[in-house]
T-cell receptor, first 115, second 121 residues
């Protein structure tokens, strides 16, 4: 069964500190992996997308890594800001080969950045 | 910036009433998705359309839910009759499926709307 597990479930850090969120997946056949940021009361917004041939991608202070061999990804946030407080969702895309494309969502990590 | 527009943003209704949620996908996108998000389950796929045709609606309770795309600029999700357990945030997302031969598909975009928060009392 395709699954995406994220850790930790929640995290509190001080403003200005760095943090790393983890994502492990058992999805096959892998197509791509995305990280989304979801602010409270809003829809998820894409941060990064990586295919199996990419092992790192950055978007400002966000850097995602991917190890397709161990099926792990991480999202590193540098110099956190109060506006980084949100849920971060790891999503793995599967090409079903039957003409459809599926996304498997993790349950997210809720990050709180405090002054 | 192009965006996916969902209406209404909030809906409170009584059990048994019909609820219709609407979504305007991004112009040029050929796929539309409906998701439901709850605290317990996270994001769950309800329906997936490509070129207005339903590809996967296995996540949708067929007895009360229906999803349609009457045209390329409008997707609807209807619940009839609504029940308290349907209370959740419903998201629409649109994207573009590109075919790369041998059945391989890559999806680009996946832009989410702001959601409809449904409360059934």
């Amino acid at each position: 069964k395709n699954q995406v597990e994220q850790s930790p479930q929640s995290l509190i850090i001080l403003e200005g500190k760095n943090c790393t969120l983890q994502c492990n997946y058992t999805v096959s056949p892998f197509s791509n992996l995305r990280w989304y940021k979801q602010d409270t009361g809003r829809g998820p917004v894409s941060l990064t997308i990586m295919t199996f041939s990419e092992n790192t991608k950055s978007n400002g202070r966000y850097t995602a890594t991917l190890d397709a061999d161990t099926k792990q990804s991480s999202l590193h946030i540098t110099a956190s800001q109060l506006s980084d407080s949100a849920s971060y969702i790891c999503v793995v895309g599967v090409n079903s080969g039957a003409g459809s494309y599926q996304l498997t969502f993790g349950k997210g990590t809720k990050l709180s950045v405090i002054p | 910036d192009a965006r996916v527009t969902q209406t209404p943003r909030h809906k409170v209704t009584e059990m048994g009433q019909e609820v219709t949620m609407r979504c305007q996908p991004i112009l040029g996108h050929n796929t539309v998705f409906w998701y439901r998000q709850t605290m317990m389950q996270g994001l769950e796929l309800l329906a997936y359309f490509r070129n207005r045709a339903p590809l996967d609606d296995s996540g949708m309770p067929k007895d009360r839910f229906s999803a349609e795309m009457p045209d390329a600029t409008l997707a609807t999700l209807k619940i009839q009759p609504s029940e308290p357990r349907d209370s959740a945030v419903y998201f629409c997302a649109s994207g573009f499926d590109a075919f790369r031969g041998q059945g391989h598909i890559t999806n680009y975009g996946y832009t989410f709307g702001s959601g409809t928060r449904l409360t059934v009392v």
